[in-house]
C-alpha cells in the first residue's frame, strides 16, 4: 500500500453531485469515465491496496466507506479510490482488495494523510505484509487477503530485485545512493505511472538507509 496525494475531483463529478437525487450508480457514463481517469492518474495505475498496475479495462471503483452503509458520501470524491478488479467472481479465498472487501469497513484509508498507515506497514522477506498494529493486521490478512500467493510472490520479487541492484553496485553503497534509488520508486514515469509493487521497494530501501 501507498499513500495516495488526493487532487481536485472532476468538475463532472461536483456537477452531478449538485442535482437533486443523485448518487453514484446514476452517475452519467461520460463522468464516470472522467472519475476513472482521475483516480488513475493520481494514484499513478496502480491499485489502491495491492499495488499491481492497473487501467480502465480492469479497474473499480472503489468506496472506502461503502455505498450502503455510508449513503452520504458515495459522492464524497475523498473516499472514492482505484482498486484492481481482485479476481472478482472466483471464490472468496481467492478474492483481494475491493472484490473481496466488499461492505467491510477499515481503519485506515490510503487516501488521507492523517491515518499514517505506512507507518503501521512492513514486509517480510517472503513478501508477506504485515502491520503492527493488531487490528490493522487483520484487515490486511481477513478483509484484503493482501498476503494471497501471487500477491506476496510478486513483492518478494521487487524485494530481491532491489537487493540485486544494490549488490551490483561497484563499491560501498552510500546514503546518497540509496535516497536516489528511492527517488527512483517515488516518481512517476513520462506517462504518469508508478512502478508496480513501489511501496514494497520504498520500504526495502528505506530500512537499508536506516541502518546506515
Given at each position: 500500500m501507498i499513500?495516495?496525494?488526493?487532487?481536485?475531483?472532476?468538475?463532472?463529478?461536483?456537477?452531478?453531485?449538485?442535482?437533486?437525487?443523485?448518487?453514484?450508480?446514476n452517475l452519467p457514463l461520460e463522468a464516470k469515465d472522467e472519475l476513472r481517469q482521475s483516480l488513475l492518474k493520481e494514484q499513478g495505475y496502480l491499485c489502491c491496496y495491492c499495488m499491481m498496475r492497473i487501467?480502465?479495462?480492469?479497474m473499480r471503483v472503489e468506496h472506502w466507506h461503502c455505498q450502503s452503509s455510508y449513503h452520504d458520501e458515495q459522492l464524497d470524491y475523498s473516499n472514492l479510490m482505484a482498486s484492481c478488479n481482485g479476481n472478482e467472481g472466483h471464490k472468496k479465498h481467492d478474492q483481494h482488495c475491493d472484490a473481496r472487501?466488499?461492505?467491510?469497513d477499515l481503519s485506515h484509508n490510503p487516501s488521507n494523510p492523517d491515518h499514517d498507515f505506512v507507518s503501521l506497514i512492513?514486509?517480510?522477506?517472503?513478501?508477506?505484509?504485515?502491520?503492527?498494529?493488531?487490528?490493522?493486521?487483520?484487515?490486511?490478512?481477513e478483509?484484503?487477503?493482501?498476503?494471497?500467493?501471487?500477491?506476496?510472490?510478486?513483492?518478494?520479487?521487487?524485494?530481491?530485485?532491489?537487493?540485486?541492484?544494490?549488490r551490483r553496485k561497484?563499491?560501498?553503497?552510500?546514503?546518497?545512493?540509496?535516497?536516489r534509488l528511492i527517488r527512483v520508486w517515488q516518481e512517476k514515469d513520462r506517462d504518469g505511472k508508478l512502478k508496480e509493487?513501489?511501496?514494497v521497494a520504498i520500504y526495502y530501501v528505506t530500512k537499508k538507509l536506516q541502518r546506515i
Open positions: 499513500q495516495i496525494n488526493k487532487e481536485y475531483e472532476p468538475s463532472s463529478l461536483t456537477n452531478h453531485r449538485c442535482q437533486s437525487y443523485s448518487t453514484f450508480d487501467s480502465v479495462e480492469n472487501k466488499g461492505n467491510h512492513n514486509y517480510l522477506g517472503d513478501g508477506t505484509i504485515q502491520s503492527s498494529n493488531q487490528e490493522f493486521d487483520r484487515e490486511l490478512n478483509i484484503l487477503n493482501l498476503n494471497f500467493a501471487r500477491l506476496k510472490r510478486n513483492r518478494k520479487s521487487v524485494m530481491e530485485g532491489v537487493h540485486e541492484i544494490l561497484a563499491g560501498v553503497v552510500t546514503t546518497s545512493h540509496l535516497k509493487y513501489c511501496g
